[in-house]
């Protein structure tokens, strides 16, 4: 119940295109939602969050949809650029100073 | 968001031996966290590290394994001790900001184990 499942693993897009990658949970007390993005040998860095009360949040290209209904959610990434590829993880949260639990991460790659 | 810096970023050690890992940030947060990404997967939280008392490690992980010291507000050691191949991994530390649920990683510590 703690977990949070990604897919897809991997993903290949043409510039331009419109990579989205999805998440999914079971535990209803998950509350927040940060996507992380990291780079070969960077620590990740949080791209962009959401909160269980709205169900779209945008940040620059990058777009979280959010089905509470469901419990998924996921990441959009408008006119992607070779400069995204990267990896990206989802994750959840249900109180703050609380553990981050992680998805498998999804290894993008933004061809030219 | 906070500045965090980690040392060593790499370091090629030993079996049997110990690492330190040092997580400095440039102001004070309520909350640090240490994290393990073994190569090529997620993170997994190892311990929350708890200012002027022992650190909760989560289930898998023990503190004669990876003693934890956090002696003020700004800064944290993770220690990997006895160390196997197995320990072989990225150490990241994070901190989250007061109020809010936002967490902020290092850079990390990519440690190899021969």
């Known amino acids: 119940q703690q977990q949070v ?5 991997s ?4 510039k331009g295109g419109i990579p989205i990658i999805n998440c999914a949970y079971e535990n209803t007390a998950f509350d927040y939602f940060p996507w992380y993005q990291q780079f070969p ?4 860095a949080l791209l962009i969050a959401i909160r269980p009360d709205v169900s779209e949040k945008k940040e620059g290209r990058f777009t ?3 089905n509470k209904s469901a419990k998924q959610f996921s990441l959009h990434i408008m006119d992607s650029q070779p400069g995204d590829s990267a990896t990206y993880f989802c994750a ?6 609380g553990k981050l ?3 498998q991460g999804t290894e993008l790659s933004v061809k030219p | ?3 965090i810096s980690q040392k060593p970023s790499r370091d090629i050690c030993q079996r049997g031996t110990s690492l330190t890992i040092q997580c400095q940030v440039d102001s004070q947060v309520t909350m640090m966290f240490w994290y393990r990404q073994q190569p090529g997967q997620s993170l997994t939280l190892i311990a929350t590290a708890n ?6 490690y989560e289930s898998g992980f023990v503190i004669d394994k990876f003693p934890i010291s956090r002696p003020n507000l700004t800064f944290s050691t993770l220690t990997v001790s006895n160390m196997s191949p197995e320990d072989s991994s990225i150490y990241l530390c994070s901190v989250e900001m007061q109020g809010t649920y936002e967490q902020y990683f290092g850079p990390g510590t990519r440690l190899t184990v021969t």
């Open chain 1, 5 to 9: 499942k990604q897919s897809p693993q």
């Open chain 1, 11 to 14: 993903l290949i897009v043409q």
């Open chain 1, 41 to 44: 040998g960077k620590g990740p």
């Open chain 1, 64 to 66: 979280i949809s959010f």
């Open chain 1, 92 to 97: 959840a949260n249900y109180n703050q100073g």
């Open chain 1, 101 to 103: 639990i992680f998805g």
């Open chain 2, 1 to 3: 968001s906070a500045v």
């Open chain 2, 51 to 56: 200012q002027g008392s022992e650190a909760t």
